[in-house]
């Protein structure tokens, strides 16, 4: 995918043009989400959801499908991430757009982290990425998202090659499934809305579940 070509549908403010151009190349949907994110943003304000803080403090925090908003952001400030990438082919310049708004914020207390706003689908950006340095997230990213199973496989494998081995990949409201890490799954609540249960996995290998186990356990009822 060349996602830095000009393509005046893809700077169309209505995403219903890139939704529509996005179909057209084949390489996974623009669809707008712009509540995954931000559920678990808001969860981590919460007793339970604290344990993200220890997760993701001093990561170089990667999220996959950023979408338009800046909750990844947000979240990896005011977790104490080292840095944050945001990975989308299809609205990389809302997304930067966002994150500059969020930081002019007078109500914004965390310390500045460097980011970064990468126009690449997830695929190509993680096969330009080293072994075992990042953290990687993903909120939203159900099948219906990712151009196929073929696709998916290969995002899967970059992740597990990517990850840093004793993080976790944080799996929330998404397919996303590396099968050979062991995982750890939480439900919660929708902040902004109480009816709606979302589900977070934890994909982990030995190393992460070794540094973190124990607190994983002391979150469950
Ligand atoms: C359902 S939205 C979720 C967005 C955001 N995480 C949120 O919760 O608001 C899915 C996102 O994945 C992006 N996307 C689609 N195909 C992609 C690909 N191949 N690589 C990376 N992101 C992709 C879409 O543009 C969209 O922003």
Redesign the pocket.
Known sequence: ?SGEKANPLFESRDWRDRLSR?RDLG????????????ALYEWSFTPRGKILHSLLKNRRLV???????S??YALAQSCGARNFVA?????ADIQRASIQSHLTKSDNMHPKIPFKVIK????EYLEQEPDNLLCIL?????DC???GPD?RRKVEAEIVRTMDDDSFFLSSHSDLYPRELKVFEQLFFRQSNQNVTERLRLHGGKKAFDKYGDLLASTLP
């Not at 990975?87 to 609205?91: A, D, K, L, Q, S």
């Open positions: 995918m996005s390489n996974g949907f623009a669809a707008p989400g712009g509540e995954f994110t931000r999220e996959l499908g950023a979408g338009m908003m909750y990844g990975v989308e082919p299809f609205y690449l689908g997830m695929l993903a909120c939203g990213i159900e998202i990712l151009p696709y």
